[in-house]
């Protein structure tokens, strides 16, 4: 006689208990808590571009707190009379040249400080995150006279070569930083095929950097956008100035037109605003990626 053997049951293995007494923190704080800072901070960070707004768009004389009727006269103004398009102009030079200069000697110096070990290394380290506690006040002197002697003052190249100088530590230490995140066997490998150290580098490594070259060359272009003390200094001549001391040019000691002001700051903002806008991405993961191994 065959008799059936009843399957066992399925056994349900449970959850251990969590402990009453741990919580995360951020699940017992109201959302009130957390929205109305959240909502002070934006308020406070847009009402003054909305103010701006409103002194471009609305008519000069206007009072009232809403732009309008809206007009453009005042862009027209410093546009034309106020030759912000030249120093529209050459703030892009500026701004380019200094983001491709940065960029192409960062790159060499910081694979050499990820890629080869040599007696002076740390002290170089040392010196440069030291040079990022000096002023931008104090290299005026020795680069004026630098440029005095070499005939480049009232020289866009001048502004561009000081924004360079002040760039490179920072921008060395991010590029090296990342670059030591690639493994270098990937470079080995492509040494094994038959490939120089500049062809693997170009063909393995150069790719990867894409994040980091993006922060930094962005970096770059917006600080020297936005420099006002180089441009003041090196630039004697009108038409090479750039927008930062073209906005100065717009107050006096007597009066100060607050809608061509706010209208040339909105000319100003707006190239990084769209900048950032479309880098954002790649400009937090470059570095973040950077600061990983410095």
Avoid at 53 to 69: I, K, M, Y
């Amino acid at each position: 006689m065959i008799t059936e053997i009843a399957p066992a049951p399925d056994r349900v293995v449970s959850e251990p208990a969590r402990p009453k007494g741990r919580h995360r923190a951020w699940d017992e704080v109201p959302r009130w808590q957390i929205y109305l800072p959240l909502s002070l901070y934006l308020l406070f960070t847009v009402v003054p571009f909305y103010w701006i707004l409103l002194f471009a768009l609305r008519p000069a004389g206007s009072t009232s707190l809403v732009p309008w009727p809206i007009t453009f006269d005042h862009f027209e103004k410093v546009w034309t009379e106020r030759a912000f398009g030249t120093y529209f102009q050459n703030s892009v030079l500026v701004g380019v040249a200094t983001l491709v200069m940065t960029t192409v000697v960062a790159l060499a110096g910081g694979y050499a400080l990820a890629r080869f070990d040599f007696r002076v290394k740390r002290a170089f380290l040392l010196a440069l995150l030291c040079s990022q506690f000096v002023p931008g006040a104090l290299l005026l002197v020795p680069l004026f006279q630098i440029f005095a002697n070499l005939r480049m003052i009232n020289l866009l190249g001048s502004v561009v070569i000081a924004e360079t100088v002040f760039q490179l530590p920072l921008s060395m230490i991010l590029i090296s930083g990342f670059i030591r995140n690639v493994p270098p066997s990937l470079e080995e490998a492509a040494w094994v095929d038959g490939c120089n150290r500049f062809a693997a580098f170009r063909i393995v490594v150069l790719p990867l950097l894409r994040p980091g070259l993006i922060a930094v060359g962005s970096f770059a272009f917006v600080h020297a956008w936005n420099h006002f003390l180089f441009a003041l200094m090196f630039l004697s001549d009108q038409s090479k100035q750039t927008i930062p001391v073209g906005l100065n040019t717009l107050m006096s000691a007597d009066s100060v037109d607050l809608g061509a002001l706010a209208a040339g700051g909105i000319i100003a903002a707006v190239p990084v605003v769209i900048v950032f806008a479309f880098i954002q991405k790649w400009l937090i993961t470059g570095f973040s990626a950077g600061a990983v191994k410095g």
